[in-house]
C-alpha cells in the first residue's frame, strides 16, 4: 500500500493561504532554565497565533489538553480509539470531525475543516509538518521526552502552559495545573491520614492481544503521579524510552508482598484472563497479600491533566477504599474520575 503522504500535491491541492503564514512559521526553543521544573519543550507555531476558533488535535495527549484548555475542537484523530482508551471528554467531541489515524490523519478531512490551528506530535507529524503547516498554523510538541532530558508529567504541563499562553487561555492552563496540584496533594493527605505514605506501588498496563505487561518506570506519567502521591514505583527497572518497560508475569514474581500492583486492563480482556489464570499468578506476593487491583482500561498513562487526576483518584480508591476527597475535574460538566 502506497504511504498516504506519497502523494503528489498538485493531485490534492491545498487550500490558497496566505504566504504570511509560513514566513512566519518558526521553532520555539523553551530552554530547561526557564522554568526548571518543567525542561526543554519544543513547538512551531507562528506568533501572533491567538483565541483560535477552529482547532485540530492530532494525538491523545492534544486533544484532551485543548479540552482542559477549553479550546473549541472541530476535528481529532482516532476519535473512536480515544474514546476506548482516554475516554475523558469524549462527550465534549460528539460533533467533532475524524480526521483519520493518529499515525497518518488525512490531510483531505484536515483541508475540509479549514482549522485555524493544529496541535501534533514531533514523534508522530514531524514528517507531515511541512504540508500541515500550509493548511493552517501548527503546533508540534516533543510529548514523549528522553528519558535523560524530563519526564512525562513534567512535559505534560509544560505543553499545558505553552499552548495555553500561545493561545490566548494562560490564566486557564494555570488554573488547569494548579488543579492538578491541590487534587493530588489532597490525595496524598489522604493515603498519609491511611498509614500509607512512602508505599511501593507497581502499575502496569495489559494490552490485549499482547501477553506482556507494561510497567511504567520513573519516567513515565503514572509513576511521577505517584510520587505526588507520596507513594514509591515499586518496579525497579532502567526508564523506558515511552515511559514503561514490557515484562511477563515471571518479572512479577520478584515483587515481594508489601508491593500493591495495579493493573489497567478492561474487565473482558482475554490477555488480563489470561494473565490472572496463569498458574503462578495465585503464587505472586502481592496476589496472596490481597494487594493486586485492576482499574478501568480508559486510564490513558500516556495523558493529559484529566488523565493525571483520574489515575490519581483510582489509586488512592484501590489502596484507601475511597475516592479522592475533593470535587472531580469536569469536561462541559461531566465528571472525569468516574
Known sequence: MAHRYATDASSHPLPCRPRRWLAVLIVFTLAATARADEGALHSQIPSGVTDPQRVIALEFLDTEIALALE????????????????????????EAV???????????????????????????????????????????????????????????????????????????????????????AQGREQLAEAGLEGTPVVFGQVVQGNDRIRLFTDNSMVVQVMQRLGLRNGWDAPPGEYGYRSGDIGALRTLSDGVHLVLSAAADSRSYRALTEHPAWAELAPVRAGNAHRVARELWPFGGPYSAMRIGNRLVERLTGSPINAAPPTVDGASTTR
Not at 473549541?72 to 467531541?93: M, N, S
Not at 516533543?142 to 508529567?153: G, H, I, N
Open 98 to 184: 475524524d480526521v483519520g489515524g493518529r499515525a497518518e490523519p488525512s490531510l483531505e478531512q484536515i483541508i475540509r475543516l479549514q482549522p485555524d490551528l493544529i496541535v501534533g506530535s514531533t514523534w508522530r507529524h514531524a514528517g507531515v509538518a511541512d504540508r500541515l503547516a500550509r493548511i493552517a498554523p501548527l503546533a508540534l510538541y516533543r510529548d514523549l521526552p528522553k528519558p535523560e532530558a524530563s519526564d512525562q508529567f513534567t512535559r505534560m504541563r509544560a505543553i499545558v502552559r505553552d499552548l495555553g499562553s500561545r493561545t490566548g487561555r494562560a490564566q486557564r492552563a494555570e488554573s488547569v495545573l494548579a488543579r492538578i496540584d491541590a487534587y493530588l
Open 71 to 94: 479550546l473549541p475542537i472541530v476535528g481529532v484523530a482516532d476519535k473512536a480509539a480515544y474514546r476506548r482508551w482516554v475516554e475523558v471528554g469524549a462527550e465534549a467531541l460528539t
